[in-house]
C-alpha cells in the first residue's frame, strides 16, 4: 500500500517555473515506477511523465518534452516535476501515480495508486 501527497502547486505567469512534489508512504518506494498526470476542466486525465525505481529511465508527453523534468528521491519517498516554461495550455490539476514494477506506463489504468491532485493555473 502506497499513499502519496502532492504539493507545489500554484498560480504562474507564463514563461514562470513550477516544482511539484510528491510525498509517499511505504518501505518499498523504490520499488515503484512513479508517473505524473494532469487532468485540464472538461479534458480527460493525460500522461506527462514517468520515472523507473531507480531514477535512471525517464518518459515524456510530447507536450512537455524539453520543458518538464521527472526525478526522485528513494532517500526522502519523494518524486518531483519541475516545470520550467510553462504554458497556459499547461493549467490542469497535476496528479502522482504509483505503480510496482519496472514497466514506465503512460496509461493511468497501468497506475495502482493515485495521489489527491495539485492545481496548476498559468496565466497568460
Known amino acids: 500500500q502506497v499513499q502519496l501527497v502532492e504539493s507545489g502547486g500554484g498560480l504562474v505567469q507564463a514563461g514562470g517555473s513550477l516544482r511539484l512534489s510528491c510525498a509517499a508512504s511505504?518501505?518499498?518506494?523504490?520499488?515503484?515506477?512513479m508517473g505524473w498526470f494532469r487532468q485540464a476542466p472538461g479534458k480527460e486525465r493525460e500522461f506527462v511523465a514517468a520515472?523507473?525505481?531507480?531514477?535512471?529511465?525517464?518518459y515524456y508527453a510530447d507536450s512537455v518534452k524539453g520543458r518538464f523534468t521527472i526525478s526522485r528521491d528513494n532517500a526522502k519517498n519523494t518524486v518531483y516535476l519541475q516545470m520550467n516554461g510553462l504554458k497556459p495550455e499547461d493549467t490542469a490539476v497535476y496528479y502522482c501515480?504509483?505503480?510496482?514494477?519496472?514497466?514506465?506506463?503512460?496509461?493511468?489504468?497501468?497506475?495502482?495508486?493515485w495521489g489527491q491532485g495539485t492545481q496548476v493555473t498559468v496565466s497568460s
Open positions: 501515480a504509483a505503480n510496482y514494477g519496472l514497466r514506465l506506463g503512460v496509461s493511468d489504468t497501468e497506475y495502482s495508486y
Open positions: 511505504g518501505r518499498t518506494f523504490s520499488r515503484y515506477a
Open positions: 520515472i523507473s525505481w531507480t531514477g535512471v529511465s525517464t
